[in-house]
């Protein structure tokens, strides 16, 4: 089981781009890489998932290196409503690779 | 709307109560899995199921028992919960148990126990 580690909180202005970087210094060869976000009283909303290099998507972009012991995660422009504790997950086939840490709890500041 | 519905989103309940919480999802995915979400604490994993099969018990206590009657339909039962178990409840589902399957929450039910 890849053990993740990230900044407990970041703050950011409004129209900033915000990175968040998690280290998963023994991730496996079969496992992916996950970002979810999680508002207050709510559960955690799938963001974006990747293997290797770069992937966006219309909310997000992800980026591994190549030896993909760490990953970032880039929000451009970010608003207020991005707020949130955001997690990274890294896991390969089977539940027991399901498990969140302590994620980073990102405050955006007008 | 999620596609993950759960409810109740709120439950008061005392320590020698028997309630249950619901779950059910419209997306057609075979694996569902309740969390532990307690204030200031990680999201912690208690039971997974795979085909209305239980693949995973973390180690939850008894007073906690799942049920999962068909693929889509997932429950918690509680009985004589103690008021450390105060939490919110998230309930998830995926296509499948593999890691490229996201997992998708519903909104949870706030559990307090008094």
């Known amino acids: 089981l890849a053990k993740t580690t990230q900044p407990i909180s970041m703050d950011s202005y409004e129209g900033q781009e915000v990175n968040i970087t998690c280290s998963h210094n023994?991730?496996?060869?079969?496992?992916?890489i996950t970002w979810y976000q999680q508002f207050p009283s709510q559960g955690p909303r799938f963001i974006i998932q990747?293997?290797?290099t770069k992937v966006t998507n219309e909310v997000a972009s992800l980026f591994i290196p190549a030896d993909r012991k760490s990953s970032t995660l880039s929000l451009p422009r970010v608003s207020l409503s991005d707020t949130a504790v955001y997690y990274c997950?890294?896991?390969?086939?089977?539940?027991?690779?399901?498990?969140f840490g302590t994620g980073t709890r990102l405050t955006v500041i007008p | 709307e999620t596609g993950v519905t759960q409810t109740p989103r709120h439950l008061v309940m005392g320590m020698t109560n028997k309630k249950s919480l619901k779950c059910e999802q419209h997306?057609?995915?075979?694996?569902m899995y309740w969390y532990k979400q307690s204030a200031k604490k990680p999201l912690e994993l208690m039971f997974v199921?795979?085909?209305?099969?239980?693949?995973e018990n973390n180690s939850v206590p008894s007073r906690f028992s799942p049920e999962c009657p068909n693929s889509s339909h997932l429950f918690l039962h509680l009985h004589t919960l103690q008021p450390e178990d105060s939490a919110l409840y998230l309930c998830?589902?995926?296509?499948?148990?593999?890691?490229?399957?996201?997992?998708?929450f519903g909104n949870g039910t706030r559990l307090t126990v008094t």
């Open positions: 023994n991730i496996a060869t079969n496992d992916y």
């Open positions: 997306l057609g995915h075979n694996a």
């Open positions: 199921y795979n085909f209305k099969e239980q693949t």
């Open positions: 998830a589902s995926s296509q499948d148990l593999g890691f490229d399957s996201p997992l998708h």
């Open positions: 990747g293997y290797k």
């Open positions: 997950l890294v896991g390969g086939t089977g539940a027991n690779n399901l498990f």
